[in-house]
């Protein structure tokens, strides 16, 4: 099933880029919450959706483009949760760091996930303690890696003050700046050994790339040290949390 998903990925990136490269101006809609919408998010929501419903017609989605009802959702121990474009801020800045995210959810963990990078054509997988960077044709094992100083990844769009605090208190660091969730990717190739994030974000912003970081040997928890957990609950809202290799 995972390289079906692979598969699945790479059509919505194909779906997304027809608008990227589009020459003509982005519609750009908002939410109730203020966060963006275009119509690649769109197309590419429908995509992943008829997708998994050929794929596994008996696992039902959550994605954040047609998000369900918490009636109809919450005794779910096995579903699909899906951002069809994560880092639409990324995609109108025309950046190239913006992602698909489809990871699938088993009783609350993250146990398969699929980044991909339309623009640069990188795939990141992660399944059952394996995980993989595919680019150029080539598919490679990758793993977290210690490194000292260590490099802290953090977000391009969302800097605030808690942030800034923590890292003047980390001590020695390198700080690299990524958009979207290859913030999780960057700890899960070794790139990066921290991604700390204290701001908003929700379950779908999160699940793919956790997915991987875990098979990749890593850790994702809260500030408690409890690992994100994402058992349907009313709130689609993560607390905040820490990527760490340890």
């Not at 992943?48 to 994605?63: N, Q, T, V, W, Y």
């Not at 003047?168 to 969730?181: A, I, P």
Request: charged share 20%; aromatic share 8%; net charge negative.
């Amino acid at each position: 099933m995972l390289q079906q998903i692979c598969q699945l990925a790479r059509q919505a990136g194909e779906a997304i880029l027809s608008i990227y490269h589009d020459e003509q101006p982005l519609q750009i809609k908002h939410k109730t919450d203020d966060s963006p919408v275009t119509a690649a998010d769109v197309a590419a929501h429908k995509v992943i959706k008829a997708g998994l419903a050929r794929i596994s017609p008996d696992i039902p989605l959550l994605s954040e483009e047609e998000p369900p009802t918490w009636d109809e959702r919450k005794n779910w121990r096995r579903y699909w949760l899906v951002d069809p474009l994560d880092g639409t801020k990324e995609f109108i800045n025309r950046n190239g760091e913006f992602t698909v995210n489809i990871a699938l959810i088993e009783d609350g963990a993250p146990v398969m996930g699929v980044v991909y990078v339309p623009v640069s054509d990188v795939l990141y997988s992660g399944h059952e303690r394996h995980a993989w960077k595919e680019t150029s044709g080539q598919r490679l094992p990758i793993k977290v890696v210690s490194a000292t100083p260590p490099t802290v990844v953090v977000s391009r769009s969302h800097m605030d003050d808690e942030l800034r605090d923590y890292l003047t208190q980390l001590g020695t660091h390198n700080t690299l700046s990524v958009g979207s969730s290859l913030k999780f990717c960057m700890v899960a190739e070794g790139k990066a050994q921290l991604y700390p994030r204290f701001g908003p974000t929700n379950i779908w912003d999160t699940a793919a790339g956790h997915a991987v970081v875990i098979a990749a040997g890593g850790h994702v928890t809260d500030w408690a040290g409890k690992t994100l957990d994402y058992t349907p609950r009313e709130s689609f809202l993560n607390p905040g949390f820490r990527v760490t290799i340890f």
